[in-house]
């Protein structure tokens, strides 16, 4: 074993951190850093094999045609899934790094089982950080720091999360991202295809996207352009949850309810930066809970996302220049 | 039509998940986006506040509400009011879950409307009833049929503009059911609804169209089946990719039908190797011995062969075919025009082969299915009936047999141009070539097999006349002409020869005999190495140019004969080197025509007047006489 580094998480502080002063309580200190989920199977969840067949499909083609390839992962459940189905792609193996792009916003318990995951899955981990608007230096020297203190989350969102992409990938120069994102989440996401390409400077062209049809897809771009592999298109935010536990696929704690001082519980459908990402009421203790209240829920899964509902279209705005 | 519940889903173990795809297609403006977004209204599978949401929207910008909103989310259009791309987007009946495709009408989008019906297992088509049947609901059904979608309902919509006219549905119903007669589709049935007002939709109008009694748009997805599976059908696993994880060779690649064992004997085509499944590969599944169509899986074999991107796997019965040459109907949807003779790029499953536009064998107008004549290109929204070529064998089924085998797209630069379906190709026995120990992997390199991966036959076309006749000019036109067809080709000619290999000849009669003898060899050779060899000298004695297509003949060639002929007058009027000039003045000893003979073929293949044809004619005059002689044999027998 090759000796660890000192963790820079410390759980005991959790309790105290500004993340959890809303609804949503810290985590117990000695609980575990991940939720591994009992394996089931259940009846209604046979249609699992077809997507899962695709997505491995489509992680392999991805693999094939681009050679210098990343996997952004933003620990959240999709991703968590996007993890899973490479290993099953390629026999346990994930032959390409990943990327994190932190916020500097994440819940504590993020990352934490941020550190636990990359020793877990043995993770080639990039973790990439918009330091200059964070500091307010740089390019952002006249405009002052970029947080959600100080600027709209619409803004924050394009300055930390797409503007650090494009940094991290004018480093790395990579050709292709396999990304999770769902047609399900978002009207804009229902109008993409499986291999999206992008403009040197992120521009989605969607008004004028190439024809993709019977697993023929746009495999090669233009040197500083990139294309989007989005491989988890097909799937329902309640697929995700049959295959997680059918698959028992480890993923964070705070998908799950806890008890806030309201004495109502609560727990979060999406997870986000802290200052923007908004739980909902649930008592959704277990993943079975969780799918049996998706089937009735009719709020959509992206609603405690402030981001997105900022202004009309502010997701298409935000998609069109690179967002994921 | 209610959104299924927690407890229904567990009270009903058995209910069908697999989501069917539905696409909606029709005439731009016929209400594809409004049927689309009621159906979600109707079936209550929309989230809370969405639809107030959108009045809101409407409200502040001044425009009626209409359910057309619920899905263009779009701000582009939302402003122009028109759905611009394909859109996918669940919901589900208490029977089961479905993918709605909203396919969009306008023209310039078929595209989309490709992209989005492709993958589709049903189609609602819809005609406004105050519209009648448009060029688009011709189109549209053209391209179902060709897509090879059966199941369709038509949905005559706009029945409120109409006056719940029984008898305006009734010639609808009437005109569209002759024109899908003519392309082989039957259309389930046909309902009048309005979208607009939720008639027929998810429920029954008899206040307004107390004349239909049967079912309603949501009742007939109902009645859609499921697709298929293709567990029962041969076995074709094309090769994906071949990895290398903890020293075990895997492949890769996803089983599109039938079933693979550990230890079955696979077939490998095109190369026709064999080996047996040692294992099948899966990360964090229950083992198993069996994989079915639709799995994503890797497999090792007893017998490490060569096996590659590309190739496909079968049992020993029920092979694919293999072949270089095939029909298919194709759809274009490219920026350029298709062109008779040019090379494209063409991927069929994990096959990735360059390939040449042979024919147009029938070019069809989708929307009114005429014919139409003379055309040696398919434009964008084209229809046709091809014969393709590719340079390497391509391993096919027929699209009515297996179709995801059977199913091609042509590239465009970087994206997808168009699509092809095949039909028409025969199947050999396998086992017969097997045993007759004729696969091409193993023998030599034969001309045969060059010929097949260059896509032609080597060949000696030789150009003979005077001096001035031509020879020169045609010999570079006919090259360009050939290399742009993509043929290999080169010219031999003085230039080349007389200054390397013949710089020890000079033009007494001995020297121009061994200067046409050894052209005649070096010709044999290039076009045995798989050239199209051009020659270009005077050659003026018929023996010596018998004895060069002997060689060639000898040699496997093809030997074309060229008399390139001009008048003396003319000849000696060009004069581009001042030759005669100096002949005549006596400085050149034994010139051709002057002071030497020049011996017209008696049998040339063809004859060219330089003096009558243009150059452009004349080139045309030997490629079409060339061309079929060189085709390479489609079943070559190696």
Known sequence: MTPQPPSTVDP?????????????????ADEPPAFFPAKISRADSEHLDALEAQSIFLIREAFHFFKNICMPWSMGKDSNVLIWL??????????????????????????????????????????????????????????????????????????????????????????????????????????????????????????????????????????????????????????????IQREGIPIPKMYFAREAQDGKRYRFRSLGCWPISGPVESDADSIDKIIDELAVTKTSERAGRAQDHHERNAMQKLRAKGFM | MTSVSASSLSATPNQDQQRLKVVFVGHVDHGKSTLIGRIFYDTKSLPDGKVEQIQKACREEGMEFEYAFLLDALLEEQEQNITIDTTQIQFKTEKRPYVIIDAPGHKEFLKNMIT??????????????????????????????????????????????????????????????????????????????????????????????????????TDMLDTFESPKTLEELPLRFPVQDVYRFDERRIIAGRIESGTLKVGDRLVFSPNNKTSVVASIERWNAP??????????????????????????????????????????????????????GERYKLKLTTQELDCELVSIDRLIDASTLEVIDGRTHIAKNDVAEITVQTRAPLVMDNHDRLPVMGRFILLEDRQVGGGGIIFGGTYTDRNKIKSENIFWSEGAVTAARRNLRNGHRGGVVW?????????????????????????????LDGDNIRHGLNSNLGFSPEDRVENIRRVAEVAKLMADSGLVVITAFISPYRVDRLRAREVALEGGCEFVEVYVNAPLEVCEQRDPKSLYKKARAGEIAEFTGISAPYEAPLGAEIEVKTDVLSLEESVAAVVEHLRPLLRPDPTPEI
């Open chain 1, 86 to 243: 490479s290993k099953k792609a390629f026999c346990g193996h994930i032959p390409y790094p990943l990327l994190h792009i932190d916020t500097t916003y994440e819940f504590p318990e993020m990352i934490q089982y941020r550190e636990w995951a990359v020793q877990h899955h043995a993770l080639k981990l990039i973790v990439k950080i918009n330091e200059d608007a964070r500091a307010g230096r740089g390019d952002y020297a006249a405009r002052g720091q970029i947080g959600y203190d100080t600027t709209d989350p619409v803004t924050v969102t394009h300055e930390l999360k797409t503007v650090a992409l494009q940094q991290v990938m004018a480093e790395h120069k990579w050709d292709a991202l396999i990304t999770g994102i769902r047609r399900d989440e978002d009207p804009t996401r229902a109008k993409e295809r499986y291999f999206s390409p992008r403009t040197k400077d992120f521009e989605w062209d969607y008004k004028d996207q190439p024809p993709e049809f019977w697993n023929q897809f746009t495999t090669s771009c233009a040197p500083g352009e990139h294309v989007r592999v989005q491989a988890l298109l097909d799937w329902s935010e309640r697929d995700i949850w049959l295959y």
């Open chain 2, 116 to 217: 989005g019906a492709a993958s589709a297992d049903a189609a609602v088509l819809l005609i406004a009833a105050n519209e009648g049947v448009r060029e688009q609901s011709r189109r549209h059904g053209y391209l179902l049929s060709l897509l090879g979608i059966k199941q369709v309902v038509v949905a005559v919509n706009k029945m409120d503009l109409v006056g719940f006219s029984e008898e305006t549905f009734r010639a609808v119903v009437a005109e569209y059911e002759a024109f899908l007669s003519q392309i082989g589709l039957e259309a389930r049935t046909f309902v009048p609804i309005s979208a607009k007002n939720g008639l027929n939709v998810a429920l029954k109008a008899p206040a307004e169209m107390p004349w239909y009694q049967g079912p309603t748009i």
């Open chain 1, 12 to 28: 005991l502080s959790f309790s105290t951190h500004p993340a959890y002063a809303g609804l949503y309580p810290a985590p117990g």
């Open chain 2, 287 to 340: 083992q198993s011995g069996t994989a079915v169509a639709g799995e994503s899986v890797g497999i090792t074999l007893t017998e490490q062969i060569f096996v590659e991107r590309g190739h496909v796997a079968s049992q020993e019965v029920d092979a694919p075919i293999e072949s270089t040459r095939f029909k298919a109907n194709l759809f274009w949807m490219g920026k350029r025009n298709l062109q008779v």
């Open chain 2, 463 to 491: 150009l003979t006349g005077l001096s001035g006749s031509g020879k020169s000019t045609l010999s570079r036109a006919l090259e360009r002409e050939l290399f742009n067809i993509g043929m290999h080709t080169y010219v």
